[in-house]
């Protein structure tokens, strides 16, 4: 059975911001042999319709469904419906970060009492400070995805693996009681964050794939980044999110 991949999504520039514009790409596909993808993506990146009704900032996540008969699935679909309900709320810019860890606990409840499903999720929300001239980015992040940062000191993972083997510790359906990790930090040009679900990152870590003295455009790291993962044997869906922080003015990323 062929494997079905998912078209690369690009960004456009963040227009209603002063001084950065970021460069993001998504793909996402599932094994061979696998009839769905167990994944989802959420990408309400510059000039997207998510992104345009908000005009607060960019929400990005990899969702892994984690339970099996098309639960995982459901649970995913679910979670990714949750979080992007921020970009709907009112309350969005005087609650965040805090409203992620609310969609996400959201979110638990609904697939803990509806679906019966597990999910691993990692999402992170990038938006401008204008008071201080700096790009925030607040993550969450439950089970075994993951959030990468590459800045001036190399990569690092922001992220911490809630599993052991194959089985999830904590999840996004496992019931009431469900703790999320999050974190904060400020971005600036020429650093890159990436998201990647636990089919990429086994196989593919982005350190070892993406060179740290220089990077491809934010659509083929992606396509480097699932391809690799793919070539090297990964067996489960893949999918990652590039998002790469330029100056407002700066001209686009040299092709290689």
Not at 67 to 89: V, W, Y
Not at 131 to 148: F, I, P, Q
């Amino acid at each position: 059975m062929a494997t079905k991949e998912s078209p690369i999504r690009c960004s456009g520039e963040s227009t209603f911001w002063n001084d950065f514009r970021l460069d993001c790409a998504v793909l996402s596909a599932a094994a061979t042999g696998r009839p769905h993808n167990e994944d989802q993506c959420v990408f309400a990146a510059p000039g997207s319709p998510e992104a345009e009704a908000a005009e607060t900032g960019y929400l990005f996540a990899v969702i892994d469904g984690a339970t099996e008969g098309g639960k995982g699935r459901s649970a995913a679909r679910e979670t990714a419906t949750s979080l992007l309900e921020i970009l709907d709320d009112p309350r969005r810019v005087e609650l965040r970060p805090d409203l992620m860890l609310y969609r996400l606990q959201d979110a638990n409840d609904r697939c803990h009492r509806f679906i019966e499903g597990r999910c691993a999720a990692t999402a992170v929300w990038i938006w401008e400070e204008p008071a201080s001239s700096s790009l925030v980015a607040s993550w969450v992040h439950v089970g075994d995805t993951r959030l990468y940062h590459h800045g001036r000191a190399g990569w690092k993972c922001l992220t911490k693996d809630h599993a052991k083997g194959r089985i999830l510790d904590r999840a996004v359906g496992q019931g009431p009681g469900l703790t999320v990790d999050s974190g904060r930090l400020e971005l600036q040009p020429g650093e890159r964050l990436v998201l990647a679900s636990d089919g990429v990152w086994k196989s593919a870590p982005p350190g070892s794939v993406l060179s740290a003295e220089s990077f491809p455009t934010a659509a083929d790291s992606v396509r480097l980044l699932v391809g690799n993962a793919r070539l090297n044997g990964s067996r489960d869906d893949t999918s990652a999110i590039v998002i790469a922080v330029r100056t407002i003015d700066a001209g686009p990323e040299p092709e290689h």
